[in-house]
């Protein structure tokens, strides 16, 4: 078995705009890069962290809780270092937190030799997950472990849904440089909603599903639709009615808060309609005093992987 691994550990968009807490995908061309080592002295050790400034103490920080848990019950006789190099922003709302909490047991799992089970090195990464966002929810750690687009079934006990992703998805991210925490955009949302909206949220679930599974783009671009938890945490995210009309109005096949925000997704078919919405998004920001970032990226069906 090897003593040390590189990994990168992707960015993912959680909810998918109608799938609160248990839709995702993965993301391509953004994601953390950490380092896995064995070290004789049990325990887990956070040596160096680049990027941001995050705690070194293990159970301080999501990648080092979720690989205690993950020793908790492996019970090895040595210990591991652990590198962070963070490319993720904290509280983007593009799994910060779940790329890093995802990202060291994925490493530690192959260092040990693989005994746990993609589902297994997911729920050891919802503890650290925990930390960050105050409970347990796995719909940006799936997609990261498992690649591509993935429905989180059941939480306790966990089950994981992997599903297809039709080859000409790609998806654009605009992130406006402000920071919203999970916790407080879970906090907005009101605590019961009428039974009309629920019965709407539910069939636009169900047909993103299987639009997914028969590469239909129109009903995908049909059921990208949230009437339950956008129209509540939109609030929070300056220009987002004008970047998501930009958006749809330039060939996005649907457009949304990615995870608790601020970033905004959109999915669209082929490349070229991914960057013409890139472009678009861009030019609603470009007129505020908000700096924010894009990316375009390809659904990345591999998730987290070795470099």
């Known amino acids: 078995m090897k003593n040390e691994i590189k ?61 205690l848990a993950m020793i908790a019950d492996a019970q090895p006789d040595f210990g591991f270092e652990i590198e962070i190099y963070k490319k993720i922003k904290p509280g983007s709302g593009i799994g910060s937190s779940s790329a890093s909490a995802s990202g060291s047991v994925f490493a530690i799992n192959e260092l040990l030799g693989r005994p746990y089970s993609k589902t297994q090195v997911t ?5 650290g997950e925990a ?71 539910w069939a636009n679930v169900g047909s993103f599903v299987h639009a997914l599974h028969t590469n239909d783009y129109e009903l995908l671009k049909r059921a990208l639709q949230d009437v339950i938890v956008e129209p509540h945490r939109s609030q929070l995210i300056p220009y987002f009615k004008e970047v998501k009309s930009a958006a749809l109005n330039n060939g996005a096949l649907g457009a949304g808060i990615s995870g608790a925000g601020p970033s905004i997704y959109a999915l669209s078919k082929g490349i070229e309609n991914a960057k013409k919405v890139e472009k678009a998004m861009r030019n609603v920001y470009s007129n505020t005093a908000i700096a924010f970032e894009t990316y375009v990226s390809q659904i990345n069906t591999d998730g987290i992987k070795e470099i």
């Open 131 to 201: 930390l960050a966002s105050g409970s347990e929810h796995a719909d940006n750690l799936a997609p990261g472990i498992f690649g591509g687009f993935t429905l989180v079934k059941s939480t306790f006990p966990l089950e994981v849904l992997q599903l297809p992703t039709p080859k000409d998805l790609y998806a654009t991210i605009i992130h406006p440089q402000i920071e919203i925490k999970t916790a407080d955009a879970r906090a907005i949302l009101p605590k019961s909603f009428p039974l009309k909206d629920a019965i709407t949220q």
């Open 7 to 67: 990994i990168f550990s992707p960015a993912t968009v959680a909810n998918v705009s109608c799938g609160f807490d248990v839709l995702g995908f993965c993301l391509e061309t953004i994601g953390d890069e950490m380092i896995a080592r064995k070290t004789d002295k049990k325990g887990i050790f956070i040596t160096k962290i680049e990027g941001f400034n995050l705690p070194y103490e293990s159970d301080k920080n999501v990648a080092g809780v979720s690989a």
């Open 123 to 127: 729920d050891f990464a919802m503890k």
